[in-house]
């Protein structure tokens, strides 16, 4: 039985990935940031937080790249000759998460599942930067988290044995009903505002 638990807020999850308490305050996706609780602590949680075993979460955990923490230009000078990338697929996100290509089709927005490739098979594909965004996979592997996916979780299932109970909870959102995101910078927008107006941050145009 784990003997650690992060604590879940369930009033909201960025994307389908858990928000959970971060050390020091706030909430935070990244697992690596989430403060730890006993399971003393975990027992007087408030009704909105779900307490989570530490081994359960961890084992079910995976790595993705938050769009806020990467930059075409910082990561430029490691697109050198031989070097292998990875090809990000604008205007797909899962939360702040960007989305990689897959092999030989599709996309995945867990990054161990990203296709490798060298600069040099990149650049021959001709995608253009609509397509896809060439990035080295050796910047990416220092700002990739781990965080835990909605989907790849059960409470039921991680709290047996523990003796603790999950209260009913507030009723969660389902993706059609959470705000979506910028095409072009990845900001929440509102469903009808994108209708009404370019992205008040980068101008981008997010009609269907």
């Known amino acids: 039985m784990s003997k650690q638990f992060y604590l879940q807020d369930s009033r909201s999850n960025t994307g389908d990935g858990l ?3 971060a050390l020091g305050g706030g909430y935070t996706t ?8 006993t399971q003393k ?3 007087s949680h408030r009704e909105t937080d779900i307490p989570w075993p530490k081994d359960y979460v961890d084992a079910r955990a995976h790595l993705g790249v938050d769009h806020q923490y990467i930059n ?3 990561a430029s000078d490691r697109l050198r000759p031989g ?29 161990e599942k990203a296709h490798h ?10 995608n253009t930067p609509e397509e896809a965004l060439i ?14 996916h909605q989907r790849d979780v059960s409470i039921e299932e991680a709290l047996q044995g523990t003796g603790i109970e999950v209260v009913k909870l507030r009723k969660q959102l389902k993706p059609w009903e959470r705000p979506p995101n910028c095409q072009g910078c990845g900001r929440f927008i509102s469903w009808d505002g994108r209708f009404l107006n370019n992205c008040k941050n980068c101008g981008g145009n997010n009609c269907p």
């Open 72 to 74: 075409l230009d910082e």
């Open 83 to 111: 070097c292998i990338v990875a090809l990000q697929i604008p205007g797909h996100w899962n939360g702040n998460d960007i989305a990689f290509a897959r092999w030989p089709i599709g996309h995945t927005y867990r990054f």
């Open 41 to 43: 602590q975990a027992y």
């Open 30 to 37: 990244n697992l690596d940031k989430a403060e730890l609780f």
């Open 135 to 148: 990035w080295p996979l050796s910047y990416l592997e220092a700002k990739a988290r781990r965080l835990v």
């Open 19 to 21: 928000m959970f308490w």
């Open 117 to 126: 490739l060298t600069l040099e098979a990149a650049d021959a594909i001709g």
